[in-house]
């Protein structure tokens, strides 16, 4: 499986008209254990920031909200995406 391949916005549009208004169920143990080893690692990422804002002074809460503003930004572009192309799959 390739992480490059798209469907065209003819089929997407074709499969949004075909009566199928559900989501399927594809989550797999494999796919529940990635999300687990993806929570304790962003735990981990949490908890070494607030360890390094403690001796790194008041940078760390500048670049916290320079994160914050970019993240935001990227919630905005995918919510546009979302709301151009309201298609699951």
Same mark, same amino acid.
Do not use: R, V
């Given at each position: 499986m390739? &992480?490059?391949i798209r469907k065209p916005i003819s089929q997407l549009l074709a499969q949004a008209e075909g009566g199928e208004k559900s989501l399927k169920r594809t989550l797999t143990a494999t796919? &529940?254990?990635m999300l687990?080893?993806?929570a304790i690692i962003g735990a981990g990422l949490f908890v070494r920031t607030? =360890? =390094?804002a403690q001796n790194a002074g008041p940078s760390v809460t500048f670049w916290f909200y320079?994160?914050?503003?970019r993240m935001c930004l990227g919630w905005t572009v995918l919510c546009g995406i979302i709301f &151009?192309?309201?298609y699951s799959g």
């Open positions: 390739s &992480l490059f796919s &529940l254990i687990g080893i993806g607030a =360890a =390094a320079s994160g914050w503003g &151009l192309y309201p």
